[in-house]
């Protein structure tokens, strides 16, 4: 039995970040990490462009322009948004511009037409303008060969607005994380099949998988096992080199059909560690098999989601190289509610507020999964430590999905 500071230690020390790079067009980049620099082929905008609908017109012919004496300039040409043609202002006269639309060579500035009297042959200006105003220069935006997004972003929507402002319809990103969960128990039944009488439907599969594919993993195998040592070898055998994790749940405790422990050994796998000094999830064990990390989560539903929390979030930041995924620890407030003092660290289901932290006042045991639903984090509860309102807490909490 080992601290779980000491356990994750452990298996990060196990751990080698990914570096295997796949093409991916942008609409499906989202959460994927960038392999690469990018830079920008472009510059955006590729050409002047006016910022407001008004006028394009020489800053220096409209120095005097006063609403009571305004300037008169002859309008020579209409530029709308599009325009492809390459002209050139001449000194004394203005052009019609819209916004978006390239200004003419020459004309340094663009008059907004509120400003103007919104004449159509001749235009009067009503205000002197300083030379660039509602002028974006070439580059504006984006200068060509500049660094976008650099090496190991996590891409976001806004990122992929950047990416296609550039032009850009393909990026190279860190081959997402593929994972593969067995959870194992001749007692589960798959959704869909009607329960025989001893069996329950295996829930905590799903719950694992959908935390993978929220950071843009790919989930190889989920998929159920019996109690049975061979069958359980043989899918860990048609999956182990396709993966670069291995989930499985169940099985890990001191029952006649814990299997999993033996079963592992007796395979060569290398043990990391086996039962941590915390509640729940204890029997949690830690292996690596040909070279893939496998983490055998406890079955209780409770136990293996906070196994999952606490190994899960790390794990994947140090394969993908991104710290951002890490596991989130922060001091927070007790708001309501209360634990009695325990004779184990215990993680306790809570939930997160902008004030502080709630603690969830009904049932706590680990086979209890209903009532997570309310719950967005766990309160660290030291040994021996009785926790009441107003007390600071240490609060490991993970993102929404
Ligand atoms: N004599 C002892 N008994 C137990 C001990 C112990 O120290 N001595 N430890 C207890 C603790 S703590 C836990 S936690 C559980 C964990 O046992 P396992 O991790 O080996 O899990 P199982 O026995 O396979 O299952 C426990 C429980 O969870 C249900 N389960 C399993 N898989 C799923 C699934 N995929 N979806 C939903 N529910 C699942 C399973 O039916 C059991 O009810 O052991 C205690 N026992
Ligand atoms: O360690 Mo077990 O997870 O209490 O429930």
New binding site residues.
């Given amino acids: 039995m080992i601290e779980l500071e000491q356990a994750q230690a452990r298996l990060d020390a196990r751990l080698k970040t990914k570096e295997k790079k796949v093409c991916c067009t942008i609409d499906q980049a989202v959460g994927c990490l960038l392999a690469e620099d990018v830079y920008a082929p472009i510059s955006v905008p590729q050409f002047c462009r006016s910022g407001m609908d008004g006028y394009a017109v020489f800053s220096a012919d409209c120095q005097t322009a006063s609403k009571d004496a305004p300037v008169r300039l002859p309008v020579v040409d209409e530029v709308l948004a599009g325009d492809n043609r390459l002209l050139t202002g001449k000194p004394g006269t203005a052009v019609r511009i819209m916004t978006g639309a390239p200004i003419p060579a020459g004309y340094d500035c663009v008059v907004c037409q509120e400003q103007t009297d919104y004449g159509k042959d001749t235009v009067s200006i009503f205000r002197p303008i300083r030379k660039g105003k509602n002028y974006a220069m070439i580059g504006e935006d984006i200068k060509k060969n500049d660094r976008l997004l650099a090496a190991r972003t996590c891409i976001t929507p806004p990122m992929l607005g950047i990416l296609a402002s550039a032009g850009i319809q393909q990026v190279p990103v860190i081959e997402p994380l593929k994972v593969a969960i067995i959870?194992?128990?001749s007692?589960?039944a798959e959704l869909g099949k009607p329960l025989s009488y001893g069996q329950?439907y295996?829930?905590?599969?799903y719950t694992i998988a959908s935390y993978v594919r929220s950071i843009g993993g790919d989930v190889v195998l989920q998929t159920t096992c019996g109690d049975d040592a061979d069958q359980f070898v043989n899918m860990l055998h048609s999956i182990i080199t396709k993966v670069d994790l291995v989930f499985t749940?169940?099985?890990?405790?001191?029952?006649k059909k814990?299997f999993l422990p033996a079963t592992l050994e007796k395979i060569g796998a290398e043990r990391l560690f086996h039962k941590i000094n915390a509640?729940?999830?204890?029997?949690i064990l830690a292996s690596v098999y040909k070279n893939v990390p496998v983490l055998s989560l406890?079955?209780?539903?409770f136990?293996s989601l906070v196994n999952f929390h606490l190994f899960f979030w790390n794990t994947a930041a140090r394969l993908m190289g991104n710290p951002g995924f890490s596991l989130k620890r922060k001091q927070l407030t007790v708001t309501s509610g209360q634990m009695a003092e325990t004779n184990i660290r215990r993680f306790i289901r809570a939930y997160k507020t902008d004030n502080g932290v709630e603690i969830y006042t009904k049932v706590h045991q680990?086979?209890v999964f209903s009532n997570l639903a309310s719950s967005n984090c766990v309160i660290d509860q030291p040994v021996k430590h009785p926790i009441t309102v107003g007390d600071k807490v240490d609060v490991y909490y993970w993102q929404d999905v």
């Fill in positions: 959870a194992t128990g007692e589960l329950i295996n829930s905590n599969s749940t169940g099985g890990v405790s001191v029952g814990d509640k729940p999830g204890t029997p406890s079955g209780n539903p136990a680990s086979s």
